[in-house]
């Protein structure tokens, strides 16, 4: 079963960029589609993103999109959440997220989606 770590969250000010990693140990993530999902204090975690097995098509929340962009990273079993535009309301934990469902799917459910990482924790101050 693929393992996920999340890495490279951390404090930035408003409008300031960040740079999320997920590497995966025990699966090659190119086999997956890989999803961000976002959780900040007191509400429901929510998507982020998501990009498909051959990384061509990609999904984005509406709140991000024009501001972040996920990439694969094959070779070193990584995907990538460049964050720019930062904002005070994308202070949340972070959590990559790996889903065996066909391409064809609209991967944006939390369902779909059955490996997590633990999640790093972004925090932007305005």
């Known amino acids: 079963q693929v393992q996920l770590v999340e890495s490279g969250g951390g404090w930035v000010q408003d409008g300031g960029s960040l740079r999320l990693s997920c590497t995966a140990s025990g699966g090659t993530l190119s086999n997956y589609i890989m999803g961000w999902f976002r959780q900040a204090p007191g509400k429901e975690r929510e998507f982020v993103g998501a990009?498909?097995?051959?990384?061509?098509?990609?999904y984005y929340a509406d709140s991000v999109k024009g501001r972040f962009t996920i990439s694969r990273e094959n070779a070193k079993n990584t995907v990538v959440l460049q964050m720019n535009s930062l904002k005070p309301e994308d202070t949340a934990i972070y959590f990559c997220?790996?889903?065996?469902?066909?391409?064809?799917?609209?991967?944006?459910?939390?369902?779909?989606?059955?490996?997590w990482g633990q999640g790093t924790q972004v925090t932007v101050s305005s």
């Open positions: 990009i498909i097995r051959n990384g061509v098509l990609k």
């Open positions: 997220a790996a889903s065996n469902v066909p391409d064809a799917v609209q991967p944006i459910s939390i369902a779909f989606y059955k490996n």
